[in-house]
């Protein structure tokens, strides 16, 4: 290239650098100023944001005295398009603030100052706030709505506002009393920990008042006169929502109380102090539909007023920004039958070990009652327990049977022990002699003969006792039941002795109660019956149903996890095969070992009983299973280590149907 070559290529590049330059307006520095800022309000936190005349630090605690009444809400910020114009340039910034159930949005706008080579943002409250001023703050008022009510069938008030009394130490009326003193001698009265109410009390300001316990107001034996008798303590009346008892349906209903810190940080702001919510079981479930949502309104004042200035102004001096109407929750409706889950609980409330009591009508799939008894501490036996049902299972090996072409009338072999693969099986002790050897389908369900049913599990597959499980509506689904629940689990595989515990209603095999009253009320209802317990779930139908109880540790058969629900067999059982299993359970009480079911008033009483085995003592501690049919009623009763499920479960089966009528 020659020397003229050169000159000119090195004169167009300065002139192309020259326009390159020319330009560049500031406009990228101007918009990573600008986003900065967004950011930074975003944190709620400017410290590190340049002023135009305003100091970092100060600036960014005006920010958080602004902001302070929406803790610990944050606002998301974003920068829209600049408009530069002389060294200036301004941006509109684009709040979005998530207040309680709803979002506060709208959109200031900032300005920026080129200094040097650096972009300065302008302080102004109004870049916070539309048309917020020097020395405004925002506010906020609240209002919440009462909780709704739990309803039972017939729309049957099972958890309302109910009348309470707050029994406490109030500080002012203590006087020249001691504090601990009177703590101490509250506490002995209604039956707290004095040490620990006595420390919460002297760690208390001067003006609280500190609850020691809430009663009942509907038969508590404490008294205003023995309360008012130690120097500070007052009762002070409430409401609260309550079921008609402190133990009624509690592990399946749940509580609802005042929000604690916990509660409050994880519903984040959904909740706030002072908010009732719910914990555990349906209070928790429909927390939301229950509690619906609060009042909110956003105000700008102008900060430290007093009370005397605030009379004197419009409104208080408060200037409304944003409001979020109060929303009045739900009632949830269910299934329940006050007086029969009473009953039940009433039932098991003399039974010690874990218990439960499920009754549910089969033309409908409504729950009636579950129970789950005062041993199972507060874990919701009823619906979440994971037992091995034992014979009761008998009822699907039946179906199971029948659909490879036998009947009642069949004849099946019952020896005295079978050993399968070295492992020895026998039937339950006691079991009649008479009934052994050669013998009817119908009657080796009667007398319940392990032997004869495990001799069947060369023409019934493990696959075959799944199907016939979930043609019972056990061990699938429940998507019309609204609540958390275990509705069994049948491995559709195994081989040798698994499958032949599974035979018995062992090995993997496991029920919940609920399951159990399922399976009966299949048979009663000639369908597979699909269980309803709430009505309206609504759009909160996240299951919790027994959260925060552990289960106790009999509740499952085996280490290993239970098996997944299985779709339904697309066979449901038919008609006929239900009639042919409800005359071998029928035979139950008719000529098997619950005779003494005859004697139940009404309907003819058919029923099947369970003995499972678990854990590894030697003997083994047992599960106390029945189930039954009563007219359009079914009814599954289990005791965790109850002996024989017909004198131990029997009993309690028996006072049920008869009060029940």
């Avoid at 033309?363 to 619906?383: F, H, I, Q, R, W």
């Avoid at 698994?498 to 018995?504: D, G, K, L, P, R």
């Amino acid at each position: 290239m020659g020397k003229t070559s050169k000159i000119s290529a090195v004169l167009i590049g300065l002139i192309l650098g020259g326009s390159l330059v020319a330009c560049d307006d500031g406009s990228a520095g101007a918009r990573d100023a600008a986003k900065q800022l967004a950011s930074a309000v975003s944190a709620l936190d400017v410290g590190s944001v340049a002023f135009d005349g305003k100091d970092p630090g100060a600036a960014n605690e005006q920010l958080n005295e602004v902001f302070r009444a929406l803790d610990p809400a944050k606002p998301t910020v974003e920068s829209g398009e600049l408009t530069l114009e002389s060294g200036t340039a301004t941006v509109p910034l684009s709040y979005t603030w998530k207040i309680g159930s709803g979002e506060w949005k709208y959109t200031t706008s900032a300005e920026l100052k080129k200094s040097s080579d650096q972009w300065l943002a302008v302080w102004n409250p109004a870049t916070l706030v539309p048309g917020l001023a020097e020395g405004e703050i925002l506010g906020t008022l609240s209002q919440s709505p009462s909780r709704a009510e739990i309803l039972g069938a017939g729309d049957a008030k099972l958890v309302t506002y109910r009348p309470v009394v707050n029994v406490g130490i109030d500080k002012p009326l203590l006087a020249s009393a001691d504090p601990a003193a009177s703590a101490t001698r509250l506490a002995q009265l209604v039956g707290v920990d004095p040490a620990a109410y006595a420390q919460q009390v002297q760690a208390a300001g001067p003006e609280a008042f500190v609850t020691a316990i809430t009663l009942r107001e509907d038969g508590r034996t404490i008294t205003d006169d023995q309360i008012g008798e130690v120097p500070g303590a007052r009762a002070i009346r409430d409401f609260l929502p309550l079921a008609p008892t402190r133990t009624f349906a509690r592990a399946l209903l749940g509580t609802a109380a005042e929000a604690n810190a916990e509660q409050i940080e994880k519903s984040g702001g959904a909740l706030k102090a002072g908010d009732t919510t719910g914990t555990g079981g349906l209070q928790q479930q429909y927390d939301e539909q229950l509690r619906g949502s609060n009042g909110i309104q956003v105000f700008a004042e102008k900060a430290g007023l007093t009370a005397e200035e605030r009379q004197t102004l419009l409104n208080g001096g408060r200037r409304a920004l944003f409001q979020l109407e109060m929303k009045v929750g739900t009632p949830l409706k269910t299934t329940l039958d006050p007086n029969l889950q009473q009953l039940a609980e009433d039932i098991l409330g003399k039974v010690g070990p874990a218990s439960a009591i499920v009754a549910l009508r089969p033309s409908s799939g409504a729950v009636l009652a579950a129970a789950s008894g005062p041993g199972s501490n507060g874990y919701d036996t009823a619906l979440l327990g994971q037992y091995a049902p034992g014979s009761i299972f008998k009822i699907v090996d039946s179906l199971a049977m029948i659909r490879t072409g036998m009947t009642p009338e069949s004849t099946v072999e019952c020896p005295a022990t079978l050993t399968v693969d070295g492992r020895t099986f026998k039937n339950a002790e006691g079991y009649p002699a008479a009934s052994l050897g050669s013998v009817t389908l119908r009657d080796a369900f009667a007398h319940s003969c392990n032997t004869a049913f495990i001799n069947a599990r060369d023409t019934v597959s493990q696959a075959q006792l799944e199907a016939a499980a979930t043609s019972l509506g056990v061990a699938v689904e429940a998507p019309s039941l609204g609540a958390g629940a275990f509705l069994g689990s049948v491995p559709g595989e195994a081989t040798g002795t698994e499958h032949a515990a599974s035979m018995i209603g062992q090995g993997k095999v496991l029920m919940s109660p609920l399951a159990a009253a399922i399976m009966a009320g299949s048979v009663a209802k000639g369908a597979p019956v699909s269980p309803q317990l709430v009505l309206n779930p609504g759009a909160d139908d996240e299951a919790a149903g027994g959260a925060g109880a552990t289960p106790p540790a009999g509740a499952t058969a085996s280490a290993s996890a239970p098996s997944a629900p299985a779709p339904p067999s697309g066979t449901p059982v038919a008609a006929a095969e239900a009639a042919a299993l409800a005359d071998m359970m029928r035979a139950v009480v008719t000529s098997g070992h619950t005779g003494f079911l005859a004697s139940v008033p009404g309907a003819p009483v058919a029923a099947k009983t369970g003995t499972a085995e678990f854990g590894s003592d030697n003997p083994p501690k047992t599960h106390a299973w029945i189930v039954a049919v009563h007219g359009d009623l079914a009814v599954a009763v289990f005791v965790e280590e109850g002996g024989l499920g017909a004198t131990v479960s029997g009993p309690l089966l028996k006072e049920f149907l008869t009060a029940a009528g």
